[in-house]
């Protein structure tokens, strides 16, 4: 369907830069929550390794690893401090959260900055000397952002590090930008301010557009656009915003409880709530874990030179099929998606061949892993969309450079 484009990129080039003005004239948010509510309490600092932003942390280092929580503020503002009652609360929970922007400055940011605060805190975790050595639990990223910052998120969220997604208010502007949808492959959560939140359109047309199987939440809270960040440690946006951080980088499942199941504690609130492909732990209900397979299956990694894969009879390829269509296409480059569908039989993987003719690379893949950029390459299953029954299908994605012109063949 077509994006509600115009008023709602205004407002989020101009609703935080108002407020970034008021800072900058030594206004505070009201009633500043000094510290958060968590066990550490936090503040702010800057680095000249990391200019133009603004780095939230526990006042005192945990002895427990900082997972990373990089942030876009609403507006793209570059006034690191426009969100800083919310990251404060995070921090003091026992996160590194990083927002786009100096204190108090002035302009805006972009997408890039999200992914310079990954590789500086990684940088820093492994420096000797810096505070942060071998105190940053660099395998648990979150990228997230409000309103505009929301779409930064979208734009850095297919970083093979970034462990689960937020967007708070915000969704993509144009159904040009849904290949950002479809190269999603890590767990995505929806923080909206209800239907009189502007973005509210736009996130639940992402919303349907999610890939199969992508474990994702979506809250809203009627509360409109500007959200509670503002409020003492960032209010009920705040709360729910540390507990969604603690489930999927800390593990806690008492906090993962609030997400998931039709009595998650959120549930039972002020929130409505929608819920895909969610459990506490393990993969998602759509994705049970691998049995032990039959005897004469041989492992995948180790198969006999002379016996082919189950899902592929000698004789012609009847496992699954692959459907190839080119969903975008611009001068010099385009995006394509291909469907998988399961045969007769049902399938506990699948694996696609790729043929690009010369000039022709590819990119990125969502949904999928490949095993080149270019030639013949593989495309194999991720781990939550292998498993197909009979009949059924699946799908993934990618973007490459050239023509668009690809022979697809599946096994």
Known sequence: MPRRSKLYAGLTAALVPAAAVLLALGATPADAAVGGSGPYP???ETSTSLPHHTIF??????TERLPIFVWGNGGCSANGLSQGNFLREIASHGFLAIANGGPNASGSTNSQMLTQSIDWAVAENSRQGSKYYHRIDTGKVAVAGFSCGGLEAYAVS???RVTTTGIFSSGLLNDADDYQLR?????IAYFVGGPSDIAYPNAIDDWGKLPAGLPAFMGNLNVGHGGTYDQPNGGEFGRVAVLYLKWRLKGDTTAGSNFVGANCGLCRSQWTVQQKNLTLDG????????TTP???TPPPTTPPPTTPPPTTPPGGNTGCTAGYAVQDQWNGGFVANVSVTAGTSALTGWRVTLTLPGGTSVSSV?????????GTITVTNQSYNGRLGAGQSTSFGFQGTGSGTVTCTAS
């Open 283 to 290: 993969p998602s209900p759509t994705t049970p874990p691998p």
């Open 366 to 374: 969502w949904n999928g892993v490949a095993s080149g950029t270019s």
């Open 57 to 62: 942390r526990p006042q005192t280092l945990p």
């Open 294 to 296: 039959p005897p004469t």
């Open 42 to 44: 936090a503040d702010y």
């Open 183 to 187: 190269r999603l492959t890590k767990p």
């Open 158 to 160: 297919n970083d093979p």
